[in-house]
Protein backbone atom coordinates (compact mmCIF):
# COMPACT_ATOMS: atom_id res chain seq x y z
CA UNK A 1 0.00 0.00 0.00
CA UNK A 2 1.68 3.72 -0.70
CA UNK A 3 0.14 6.29 1.26
CA UNK A 4 0.81 9.97 0.46
CA UNK A 5 0.81 12.46 3.67
CA UNK A 6 0.40 16.29 2.91
CA UNK A 7 0.66 18.16 6.33
CA UNK A 8 2.79 21.41 6.72
CA UNK A 9 3.59 20.17 10.36
CA UNK A 10 7.10 18.45 9.15
CA UNK A 11 7.04 16.86 12.75
CA UNK A 12 3.85 15.90 12.35
CA UNK A 13 4.50 14.34 9.24
CA UNK A 14 7.73 12.64 9.90
CA UNK A 15 5.84 10.93 12.87
CA UNK A 16 3.16 9.89 10.42
CA UNK A 17 5.52 8.43 7.93
CA UNK A 18 7.93 6.55 10.09
CA UNK A 19 5.13 4.95 11.81
CA UNK A 20 3.14 3.64 8.31
CA UNK A 21 6.77 2.61 7.08
CA UNK A 22 7.21 0.36 10.41
CA UNK A 23 3.34 -1.13 9.75
CA UNK A 24 4.75 -2.00 6.32
CA UNK A 25 2.87 0.86 4.39
CA UNK A 26 4.62 2.30 1.69
CA UNK A 27 4.25 6.27 3.28
CA UNK A 28 5.98 9.53 1.81
CA UNK A 29 5.57 12.90 3.36
CA UNK A 30 4.80 16.55 1.32
CA UNK A 31 4.62 19.91 2.98
CA UNK A 32 2.08 21.98 0.90
CA UNK A 33 -0.52 21.43 -0.76
CA UNK A 34 0.64 22.18 -4.70
CA UNK A 35 3.60 19.37 -3.94
CA UNK A 36 1.18 17.28 -1.99
CA UNK A 37 -0.84 17.30 -5.44
CA UNK A 38 1.22 16.76 -7.85
CA UNK A 39 2.63 13.35 -5.33
CA UNK A 40 -1.10 12.21 -5.37
CA UNK A 41 -1.99 12.28 -8.95
CA UNK A 42 0.04 9.63 -9.49
CA UNK A 43 -1.34 6.08 -10.47
CA UNK A 44 0.54 4.10 -7.53
CA UNK A 45 -1.23 6.22 -4.79
CA UNK A 46 -3.53 4.15 -2.82
CA UNK A 47 -4.52 6.71 -0.42
CA UNK A 48 -3.86 10.19 0.82
CA UNK A 49 -3.65 11.82 4.41
CA UNK A 50 -4.49 15.18 3.96
CA UNK A 51 -4.40 18.31 6.29
CA UNK A 52 -7.26 20.88 5.96
CA UNK A 53 -4.67 23.69 6.42
CA UNK A 54 -2.32 23.99 3.59
CA UNK A 55 0.19 26.57 2.38
CA UNK A 56 -0.11 27.33 -1.65
CA UNK A 57 -3.17 25.02 -2.09
CA UNK A 58 -5.58 24.65 0.93
CA UNK A 59 -6.47 20.78 1.54
CA UNK A 60 -10.13 21.37 0.37
CA UNK A 61 -8.95 22.62 -2.82
CA UNK A 62 -6.55 19.84 -3.13
CA UNK A 63 -9.18 17.33 -2.81
CA UNK A 64 -11.45 19.01 -4.86
CA UNK A 65 -9.39 19.08 -7.91
CA UNK A 66 -8.68 15.68 -7.27
CA UNK A 67 -12.16 14.79 -7.57
CA UNK A 68 -13.04 17.24 -10.67
CA UNK A 69 -10.32 15.30 -12.19
CA UNK A 70 -11.96 11.88 -11.73
CA UNK A 71 -9.41 10.58 -9.84
CA UNK A 72 -11.04 8.05 -6.92
CA UNK A 73 -7.81 8.20 -4.82
CA UNK A 74 -9.62 7.85 -1.04
CA UNK A 75 -8.99 10.77 1.00
CA UNK A 76 -8.62 10.77 4.72
CA UNK A 77 -8.86 14.63 5.84
CA UNK A 78 -7.05 15.96 8.78
CA UNK A 79 -8.56 18.79 10.79
CA UNK A 80 -7.16 20.40 13.89
CA UNK A 81 -10.41 22.36 14.88
CA UNK A 82 -13.28 19.27 13.93
CA UNK A 83 -15.73 21.59 13.40
CA UNK A 84 -18.97 20.48 12.10
CA UNK A 85 -18.56 22.92 9.20
CA UNK A 86 -15.50 21.99 8.31
CA UNK A 87 -16.13 18.13 8.68
CA UNK A 88 -19.01 18.49 6.46
CA UNK A 89 -16.77 21.34 3.84
CA UNK A 90 -14.11 18.22 3.33
CA UNK A 91 -17.17 15.23 2.93
CA UNK A 92 -18.30 17.55 0.65
CA UNK A 93 -15.52 18.44 -1.62
CA UNK A 94 -14.93 14.56 -1.90
CA UNK A 95 -12.84 13.23 1.40
CA UNK A 96 -13.82 9.67 2.01
CA UNK A 97 -13.25 10.03 6.09
CA UNK A 98 -11.59 12.31 8.71
CA UNK A 99 -9.82 12.33 12.19
CA UNK A 100 -9.82 15.52 13.80
CA UNK A 101 -6.12 16.24 15.49
CA UNK A 102 -4.81 15.13 17.88
CA UNK A 103 -5.40 11.54 16.91
CA UNK A 104 -3.88 8.37 17.56
CA UNK A 105 -1.05 6.94 14.94
CA UNK A 106 -3.37 3.00 15.65
CA UNK A 107 -6.23 4.44 14.33
CA UNK A 108 -4.95 6.47 11.79
CA UNK A 109 -3.39 3.35 10.18
CA UNK A 110 -6.45 0.95 10.93
CA UNK A 111 -8.56 3.50 8.91
CA UNK A 112 -5.98 3.44 6.05
CA UNK A 113 -6.48 -0.39 6.12
CA UNK A 114 -10.21 -0.29 5.61
CA UNK A 115 -9.40 1.95 2.50
CA UNK A 116 -6.89 -0.88 1.51
CA UNK A 117 -9.92 -3.18 1.55
CA UNK A 118 -12.08 -1.19 -0.17
CA UNK A 119 -9.93 -0.42 -3.30
CA UNK A 120 -9.13 -4.89 -3.22
CA UNK A 121 -12.74 -4.50 -4.01
CA UNK A 122 -12.84 -1.83 -6.23
CA UNK A 123 -10.05 -4.03 -8.44
CA UNK A 124 -12.07 -7.03 -8.53
CA UNK A 125 -15.00 -5.34 -10.06
CA UNK A 126 -12.57 -3.48 -12.68
CA UNK A 127 -13.50 -0.42 -12.54
CA UNK A 128 -13.08 1.53 -16.23
CA UNK A 129 -11.52 4.95 -16.37
CA UNK A 130 -10.86 7.53 -19.21
CA UNK A 131 -9.97 10.97 -18.20
CA UNK A 132 -12.49 11.86 -15.83
CA UNK A 133 -15.09 9.34 -16.57
CA UNK A 134 -15.33 6.16 -14.46
CA UNK A 135 -17.50 3.24 -15.13
CA UNK A 136 -18.21 0.41 -12.77
CA UNK A 137 -19.63 -2.04 -14.52
CA UNK A 138 -20.62 -5.01 -12.02
CA UNK A 139 -22.33 -1.79 -9.98
CA UNK A 140 -23.91 -0.53 -13.10
CA UNK A 141 -22.40 3.21 -11.83
CA UNK A 142 -20.45 5.72 -14.26
CA UNK A 143 -19.34 9.15 -12.64
CA UNK A 144 -17.97 12.20 -14.50
CA UNK A 145 -15.29 13.66 -11.32
CA UNK A 146 -17.42 13.00 -8.44
CA UNK A 147 -20.80 13.47 -9.96
CA UNK A 148 -22.67 10.21 -10.72
CA UNK A 149 -24.52 9.98 -14.21
CA UNK A 150 -28.72 9.08 -14.21
CA UNK A 151 -28.00 6.58 -16.84
CA UNK A 152 -31.12 4.31 -18.65
CA UNK A 153 -30.22 0.56 -18.85
CA UNK A 154 -30.05 0.62 -22.66
CA UNK A 155 -27.81 3.95 -21.96
CA UNK A 156 -25.25 2.04 -19.50
CA UNK A 157 -25.06 -1.16 -21.33
CA UNK A 158 -23.84 0.94 -24.45
CA UNK A 159 -20.90 3.30 -22.43
CA UNK A 160 -19.56 -0.21 -20.96
CA UNK A 161 -17.89 -1.87 -24.62
CA UNK A 162 -17.34 2.02 -25.38
CA UNK A 163 -15.16 2.93 -22.22
CA UNK A 164 -13.50 -1.05 -22.98
CA UNK A 165 -12.69 -0.06 -26.32
CA UNK A 166 -11.89 3.42 -25.44
CA UNK A 167 -10.17 5.61 -28.60
CA UNK A 168 -11.04 2.58 -31.03
CA UNK A 169 -14.45 2.52 -33.12
CA UNK A 170 -17.32 0.61 -31.90
CA UNK A 171 -19.36 -0.47 -35.16
CA UNK A 172 -23.13 -0.81 -34.70
CA UNK A 173 -23.78 -4.23 -35.26
CA UNK A 174 -21.33 -4.86 -31.92
CA UNK A 175 -23.85 -3.45 -30.02
CA UNK A 176 -26.82 -4.91 -31.14
CA UNK A 177 -25.21 -8.31 -32.03
CA UNK A 178 -23.22 -8.44 -28.67
CA UNK A 179 -25.56 -6.71 -26.29
CA UNK A 180 -28.97 -7.24 -27.38
CA UNK A 181 -29.07 -10.10 -29.82
CA UNK A 182 -32.28 -10.98 -31.24
CA UNK A 183 -33.56 -7.71 -29.53
CA UNK A 184 -36.12 -6.10 -32.36
CA UNK A 185 -36.34 -2.56 -30.37
CA UNK A 186 -32.49 -1.73 -31.41
CA UNK A 187 -32.89 -2.80 -34.99
CA UNK A 188 -34.54 0.56 -35.89
CA UNK A 189 -33.32 3.91 -34.54
CA UNK A 190 -33.91 3.18 -31.21
CA UNK A 191 -29.89 2.57 -30.71
CA UNK A 192 -29.17 6.08 -32.30
CA UNK A 193 -31.90 7.89 -29.81
CA UNK A 194 -30.21 5.86 -26.63
CA UNK A 195 -26.75 7.40 -28.25
CA UNK A 196 -28.05 10.85 -28.06
CA UNK A 197 -28.92 10.59 -24.35
CA UNK A 198 -25.70 8.95 -23.54
CA UNK A 199 -23.61 11.48 -25.31
CA UNK A 200 -25.86 14.07 -24.16
CA UNK A 201 -25.70 13.69 -20.57
CA UNK A 202 -21.67 12.75 -20.98
CA UNK A 203 -21.33 16.48 -22.48
CA UNK A 204 -23.30 18.10 -19.90
CA UNK A 205 -20.61 17.01 -17.16
CA UNK A 206 -17.19 15.92 -18.93
CA UNK A 207 -14.92 18.56 -20.40
CA UNK A 208 -12.11 15.78 -20.85
CA UNK A 209 -14.55 12.81 -23.11
CA UNK A 210 -17.09 12.94 -25.94
CA UNK A 211 -18.93 10.28 -28.08
CA UNK A 212 -17.75 10.85 -32.05
CA UNK A 213 -20.32 9.06 -34.57
CA UNK A 214 -17.89 8.09 -37.36
CA UNK A 215 -20.22 7.77 -40.53
CA UNK A 216 -21.03 4.41 -41.72
CA UNK A 217 -19.28 2.73 -38.70
CA UNK A 218 -20.44 3.22 -35.41
CA UNK A 219 -18.84 5.88 -31.99
CA UNK A 220 -15.65 6.10 -30.63
CA UNK A 221 -15.38 7.12 -27.07
CA UNK A 222 -12.55 9.43 -26.69
CA UNK A 223 -10.47 12.23 -24.64
CA UNK A 224 -11.33 16.07 -26.15
CA UNK A 225 -8.68 17.55 -27.93
CA UNK A 226 -8.12 21.20 -26.63
CA UNK A 227 -8.87 24.03 -28.28
Known amino acids: MRVIVIDDERRMVELIVSYLQEAGIDAYGYFDGRAGLAAARDDGVDAVVLDLMLPAIGGIEVCRRLRNEGNPVPILMLTARGSVSERVAGLEAGADDYLVKPFALEELTARLRVFQRRNEIVDEDERLVLADLVVDPAARRAWVGVIELDLARREFDILVPLMQNAGRAVSR ?49 ERRVPG
Do not use: C, F, K, Q
Open 173 to 221: SHIIDHLWLDDPDLRSNALDVHMYRLRTSISEHSEEVMITTLRGVGWRL
